[in-house]
């Protein structure tokens, strides 16, 4: 998809695409589903619900298409890891011809929601939001190199509240072997499951929430994964063990909290780093590094504390635990803990392309069954950004580049705005093209359409 159009070529690549993903099911009508699914997450609906959906793919029998695609979502018992583990298969061998996996992301995501009979819906911290309020909450992880993220596992937090229900839990259908476990443990799940399946291995990425438990971090350490994680000011630290090294510790032999271990650091010891290129100023921070031991009497060994105080700030603003080899350079320990950003932004398409924010049936199954078929869609477009030869430009920004030259008129761009052309977001406006051309209407005016090709329905 380097040009301005979708191409017969792009076409075929994603019938293939979608083929692999239907062998994973091996049911006729749950194919047809599956494709037409997938076809309305990567149209441009204004809200990508199955109502939506079933009314652009099949105008004339709307409410059957719709019965079908509700069919497939909430009540076929089709295999999540299964499906996931196809799109990691055809993604992540694309990714790794732009450079190796380089970090495995562990964040959460949250979805408001007004009711409170869907499942895992409580009154909880929601960043859309920026306040406590109801939403569900997600766990994923992603791997990313320099050039894509994309997540590989997703599972709903289901509250304390929501697991002791058993009418509640019935009335949605959580299996019954899910119980209540924390975030930080649902996420260590997955990067055993992901060592388990042989994933290429990076090192593991969190924020704090994750960062100050301990059996998280003990766990990823015992899988011989290294990691980057952010603390709270308020974890304690231990001197280490050598004595040159703990010199700075003079007259402190009792633990100290990491903002109090900032304060040992001379001026000497803060360097400014830019760890890269934004779509606006470079971004660079002032950062130290510090050996410490960790966790009670030093039972996790010895570790670098990376320290981000910027000049004029009163208090450090950022603290990362990392297991990197302690002779590792500063730029690189900084580059590596800051690379979360991956996962910040890829939130924020799943969210505004592919609609994993509007999912609105009730059911664990349901749910899960939205999300996956959410990360595939996202699966073809990180594959397509993969393919392009300009992709590994990922701080361009649309400010700086021209608008496009119109050169054809029977050919016309297809964001005529200036555009990144290997963003997630073109792409995908791309590849709408192609998948609207295959529809009765047009998803944008309703105009009728003809199609030259008889085979060519997403029916």
């Known amino acids: 998809m380097t040009g301005q159009t979708f191409t017969p070529n792009d076409e075929r690549r994603f019938e293939d695409y979608m083929d692999a993903l239907a062998n994973t099911l091996a049911h006729e009508p749950r194919i047809a589903a599956l494709?037409?699914?997938?076809?309305?997450?990567?149209?441009?609906?204004?809200?990508?619900?199955?109502?939506?959906?079933?009314?652009?793919?099949?105008?004339e029998r709307t409410l059957a298409m719709q019965h079908r695609l509700q069919n497939?979502?909430?009540?076929?018992?089709?295999?999540?890891?299964?499906?996931?583990?196809?799109?990691?298969?055809?993604v992540l061998p694309v990714m790794e011809e732009r450079g190796a996996i380089g970090s495995w992301i562990v964040d959460d995501t949250s979805v408001p929601k007004k009711g409170k009979d869907s499942v895992g819906v409580a009154r909880q911290y929601c960043g859309q939001l920026g306040k406590v309020d109801n939403c569900q909450a997600l766990v994923t992880l992603s791997l990313a190199n320099a050039t894509a993220a994309l997540p590989i596992a997703a599972r709903l937090y289901l509250p304390d509240e929501w697991a002791r229900d058993e009418e509640r839990r019935a009335q949605v259908g959580v299996p019954l072997?899910?119980?209540?476990?924390?975030?930080?443990?649902?996420?260590?799940?997955?990067?055993?499951?992901?060592?388990?399946?042989?994933?290429?291995?990076?090192?593991?990425?969190?924020?704090?929430?994750?960062?100050?438990n301990a059996a998280f971090r003990q766990g990823v350490t015992a899988l011989g994964l290294p990691y980057a994680l952010g603390v709270p000011s308020t974890l304690r630290v231990l001197p280490p063990s050598d004595r040159r090294r703990a010199r700075r510790w003079r007259g402190h032999r009792e633990a100290l909290s990491v903002r109090e271990a900032a304060t040992l650091l001379p001026r000497s010891a803060w360097r400014g780093v830019t760890w890269r290129d934004g779509t606006g100023p470079e971004l660079t921070g002032r950062f130290a590094l510090l050996?410490?031991?960790?966790?009670?009497?030093?039972?996790?060994?010895?570790?670098?504390?990376?320290?981000?105080?910027?000049?004029?700030?009163?208090?450090?603003?950022?603290?990362?635990?990392?297991?990197?080899?302690?002779?590792?350079?500063?730029t690189t320990v900084v580059a590596t803990a800051k690379d979360r950003w991956w996962v910040e932004r890829g939130y924020r398409e799943l969210k505004r392309e592919v609609g994993l924010r509007d999912f609105q049936g009730r059911g664990w199954r349901g749910f899960h069954h939205h999300v996956t078929l959410c990360i595939a869609a996202y699966g073809f477009l990180v594959q397509r950004r993969c393919r392009h030869p300009q992709a590994d430009q990922v701080g361009t920004s649309a400010k700086s580049l021209p608008y496009p030259r119109i050169?054809?008129?029977?050919?016309?761009?297809?964001?005529?705005?200036?555009?990144?052309?290997?963003?997630?977001?073109?792409?995908?406006?791309?590849?709408?093209?192609?998948?609207?051309?295959?529809?009765?209407?047009?998803?944008?005016?309703?105009?009728?359409?003809?199609?030259?090709?008889?085979?060519?329905?997403?029916?």
């Not at 494709?35 to 105008?59: D, I, S």
């Not at 497939?72 to 990691?88: C, E, N, Q, Y």
């Not at 399946?197 to 924020?207: E, H, I, K, T």
Request: neutral net charge; contains cysteine; glycine residues 6%.
């Open 291 to 330: 050996r410490v031991r960790v966790g009670p009497d030093g039972a996790e060994g010895e570790q670098t504390l990376l320290i981000e105080w910027p000049v004029g700030q009163r208090a450090p603003v950022g603290y990362w635990l990392v297991t990197l080899p302690s002779r590792t350079a500063l």
């Open 177 to 212: 072997d899910v119980g209540f476990q924390t975030k930080p443990a649902i996420a260590l799940a997955q990067i055993r499951a992901a060592h388990a399946a042989g994933v290429p291995s990076g090192v593991v990425l969190a924020d704090e929430a994750y960062g100050a």
């Open 35 to 59: 494709n037409g699914y997938c076809t309305g997450l990567l149209l441009p609906l204004e809200r990508k619900t199955m109502e939506t959906m079933a009314a652009h793919l099949a105008p």
């Open 72 to 90: 497939f979502i909430s009540d076929a018992p089709w295999d999540d890891d299964a499906v996931l583990a196809t799109v990691r298969a055809q």
């Open 407 to 459: 050169t054809d008129p029977s050919r016309l761009p297809v964001r005529p705005e200036r555009h990144v052309p290997w963003s997630i977001r073109t792409l995908r406006k791309r590849l709408a093209v192609g998948l609207a051309r295959r529809l009765p209407r047009c998803p944008c005016c309703q105009a009728p359409q003809a199609s030259d090709d008889p085979h060519a329905s997403i029916e």
